[in-house]
T-cell receptor, first 114, second 110 residues
């Protein structure tokens, strides 16, 4: 079955450590996105990528980094510079990055930093 | 002004009644509008999308768009307990990025 796989489902880290969240899709989608969701909040865009080896900052990119070396993969690194990293992280993809295509989401990674 | 606004709720609706969820947006150039359903602890799933003014129906769901008023709504007919969830409104900005409202919590009363 085609879909988006995020791993791990739960992740715990100590403050000051970098951590990388995995996102893999086999939908052959060009565009991939990372969103962050805090309790009672909507989704906020961190980074997005339209093609391999290219990505753009979203609304809250500070303290995060990404790479897009393969079409299928878009890992997100939460660095120690991110002041409030504890959140629910959602990876998504779409057929094309023109805004008309709906997003398909992975199951999310819940990150807790203490 | 927030880009996409929704009443946070909770909105309580008796089982079998019509649930009406509303969303307003600030960017008059927005072109695409989406409704996602999110169960607690889960990721969002697409319910409806609409691009043109008017109504779009899919089963028990109807999306309504009024670009002049910058307003989009979702109607759920014959509400079921399984419809209890948070409903996220999403809008495409002029630069083609999809942004989300904070969501409306819907509670269907058995």
């Amino acid at each position: 079955d085609g879909g988006i796989t995020q791993s791990p489902k739960y992740l715990f880290r100590k403050e000051g450590q970098n951590v990388t969240l995995s996102c893999e899709q086999n939908l052959n989608h060009d565009a991939m996105y990372w969103y962050r969701q805090d309790p009672g909040q909507g989704l906020r865009l961190i980074y997005y990528s339209q093609i391999v080896n290219d990505f753009q900052k979203g609304d809250i990119a500070e303290g995060y980094s990404v790479s897009r070396e393969k079409k299928e993969s878009f890992p997100l690194t939460v660095t120690s510079a991110q002041k409030n990293p504890t959140a629910f992280y959602l990876c998504a993809s779409s057929i094309e990055d023109r805004g008309y295509s709906p997003l398909h989401f992975g199951n999310g990674t819940r990150l807790t930093v203490t | 002004q927030k880009e996409v606004e929704q009443n946070s709720g909770p909105l309580s609706v008796p089982e079998g009644a019509i649930a009406s969820l509303n969303c307003t947006y600030s960017d008059r150039g927005s072109q695409s509008f989406f409704w996602y359903r999110q169960y607690s602890g889960k990721s969002p799933e697409l319910i409806m999308f609409i691009y043109s003014n008017g109504d779009k129906e899919d089963g028990r769901f109807t999306a309504q768009l009024n670009k002049a008023s910058q307003y989009v709504s979702l109607l759920i007919r014959d509400s079921q307990p399984s419809d209890s969830a948070t409903y996220l409104c999403a809008v495409t900005r002029v630069e083609d990025k999809i942004i989300f409202g904070k969501g409306t919590r819907l509670h269907i009363l058995p």
